[in-house]
């Protein structure tokens, strides 16, 4: 997690946390101690399907910016 300083712009590394699943609802709660109102949050790791064919990943965010990159593609 990155607390994004609503005054000076600067961003500085807050903590991290293993996530067993992504299924968050931060509109209003923050996701960590110590994060306010702008941050950022980024997830690594694998994907593992259950079968092999097509698979749809999606993001919402609401009114928020939100971005998916996979394999280094947005």
Not at 36 to 56: D, E, I
């Amino acid at each position: 997690f990155k607390d994004i300083s609503p005054l000076f712009g600067a961003q500085h590394y807050v903590g991290s946390r293993v996530d067993p699943v992504i299924d968050f609802d931060w509109a209003n709660v923050s996701p960590m101690p110590g994060l306010v109102s702008k941050y950022a949050v980024r997830w690594t790791g694998q994907l593992q399907p259950r079968q092999t064919g097509f698979h749809r990943l999606a993001v919402e965010a609401g009114s928020l910016k939100a971005n998916l990159w996979l394999n280094g593609e947005e």
